[in-house]
């Protein structure tokens, strides 16, 4: 790998959680971003990196599919968890399956142990000890703490601001469409805040069809100061 820096190309549909994503990676040594990209149309165009930092729900299609193309390294970072979705994107060549929302510094710890599995791999031979030590660098490591909760997501504060900001409930068509994600993307991090007891989930029935779930964002109560009732 010698001393030139690691190119990065960061891939999400929200351009806000996007820019997040790189300031993480420009902070860490040895890497830069090269190209950040909201569409798979976009980053398909990009320049030649060593690693693709790609979310599977994009607008045009799905990231899986363009970590499978891809002639390098790539992450995927989603709010997918279920099972099919996973395998599905290990299964095209992703060296690391990360779930939004994640804190800063649980990228910073994988793209750290990327380079240190580039590192290893620089050699042109290896022993065994070397192979599994390259790719030990990869796996995550658990830290003693609690694990990441929502409230560690950009995406997670703009989907609770629009609802708190709208006053009404809302669905996930509209929300997506205020806040600039995709509609998947907005459920995923709804469903989140809803088991977390931070939105509410009730139906909207219309005229024909089926009834349409819609979220309002809950108000915690404010506490009152000690010695007043």
């Not at 590192?119 to 790719?135: P, Q």
Request: aromatic residues 6%; hydrophobic residues 45%.
């Amino acid at each position: 790998m010698g001393s030139a820096e690691l190119k990065v190309l960061v891939v999400d549909d929200d351009f806000r959680v996007g820019n997040m994503h790189a300031g993480i990676v420009n902070a860490l040594p040895g890497f830069t971003v090269t190209a950040t990209a909201t569409t798979l149309a976009a980053a398909r165009k990009a320049d030649s990196v060593d690693l693709a930092l790609v979310d599977v729900y994009l607008p045009d299609g799905s990231g899986v599919d363009f970590v499978r193309e891809l002639q390098c390294d790539a992450f995927v970072l989603s709010a997918a968890t279920d099972a099919p979705t996973i395998r599905a994107a290990m299964a095209a060549g992703a060296l690391s399956y990360l779930v939004k929302p994640f804190a800063p510094a649980d990228l910073a710890s994988r793209l750290s142990g990327y380079a240190r599995y580039r590192k290893i791999l620089s050699a042109s031979n290896l022993s065994g000890k070397e192979v599994d030590a390259a790719l030990d660098a990869l796996r995550p490591r658990i830290a003693a703490q609690p694990a990441p909760s929502a409230a560690a997501s950009p995406t997670k504060q703009l989907v609770l601001e629009a609802l708190r900001a709208a006053g009404k409930p809302m669905s996930s068509m509209e929300l997506s469409a205020q806040i600039g994600v995709s509609r998947a993307t907005a459920q995923r991090y709804l469903s989140t805040l809803a088991s977390a007891g931070e939105v509410k989930i009730q139906l909207r029935y219309g005229t024909t069809g089926r009834p349409e779930q819609e979220f309002l964002a809950i108000e915690k109560p404010r506490e009152k100061p000690p010695g007043r009732r």
